[in-house]
């Protein structure tokens, strides 16, 4: 029997069999766990355990913080990651909860309450999209670089599902229209023109005197978070629901001085943005 002559096997053939280091699947397993989790998360408010859903969600959320961070801490970026990364995004913060608030409530209102979830799935995949899409834009100013363009995909599956927060914390539960009215909103905020600090340019270097203080500070907020889940996640979303006038007052502050700069000296070049904290896109 002839053994194949591996010398005429074409060079990109040969090339799909290459090694792969580890540091390039270490930030791919992690957003595959958090894929894991949104599905759970899924299956858990079918059977009507809204505590576990909800927590399996938050758990996503802190894997989606932290497996970019990862891939940029080992050099582990990828064109692959960035793209398993949004659609990992889609289901755990655009599927799932619409999802769960369905089976929590908005069922009460069978087709408007369907309606309703999937119009807050459709807004975070549409939210995702332009983000993708816009990542690379060469004409956004520097400091555009520290805020988002509508609500982000996480904290909007966060700060959506603070109805179901406080029905954990025996707050009577509102009347289906108002949290189909809510979710709308939110779903709004996410697909809208509204500028959302992010705080990603932010110089993150900390005095030395202030480590153990910031250090102990989170140790507590980690501990109230598991101490007291919904009293914290329903602060959480009203503090960030209240600050998101304070980011669109910066951001037009930060337009207008700028805008101010350039009609003073027009021949000035523009200034480049900094580089995103993302991992990186080809073409949000």
Not at 149 to 171: C, H, K, R
Not at 227 to 236: A, F, K, Q, R
């Amino acid at each position: 029997m002839e053994m194949p002559d591996t010398t005429q096997i074409p060079e990109t053939r040969r090339r799909r069999f290459r090694t792969i280091p580890i540091r390039m699947l270490v930030p791919n397993l992690i957003t595959l766990l958090a894929i894991c989790a949104g599905l759970t998360a899924i299956r858990l408010s079918t059977e009507g355990r809204m505590e576990l859903a909800v927590a399996a969600i938050v758990f996503a959320a802190v894997l989606d913080g932290v497996d970019g961070r990862i891939a940029r801490m080992i050099k582990g970026q990828s064109k692959f990651g960035a793209e398993l990364d949004s659609l990992a995004d889609f289901v755990n913060f655009g599927v799932a909860p619409g999802l769960i608030l369905y089976f929590w409530q908005l069922h009460d209102l069978n087709n408007v309450g369907w309606i309703a979830s999937m119009v807050f799935a459709i807004a975070g995949s549409l939210r995702l999209a332009r983000f993708n899409a816009t990542m690379d834009d060469p004409d956004k100013p520097a400091f555009a670089a520290n805020f988002f363009t509508g609500m982000p995909a996480p904290l909007g599956a966060i700060t959506v599902m603070l109805p179901v927060y406080l029905s954990f914390l025996d707050v009577p539960m509102p009347p289906a229209l108002i949290t189909t009215a809510y979710v709308l909103v939110i779903a709004f905020l996410m697909v809208s023109r509204l500028p959302v600090f992010s705080g990603k340019a932010v110089n993150m270097r900390v005095p030395r005197e202030l480590v153990l203080l910031i250090s102990a500070s989170a140790v507590l907020f980690v501990a109230l978070l598991i101490g007291y889940p919904w009293h914290m996640l329903s602060l959480i979303s009203i503090f960030y629901l209240a600050s998101l006038p304070f980011g669109w007052k910066s951001y037009r502050q930060q337009e207008r001085a700028l805008a101010a700069r350039m009609a003073a000296s027009p021949s000035a070049p523009a200034e480049e943005p900094p580089p995103s904290d993302d991992r990186p896109v080809p073409l949000p």
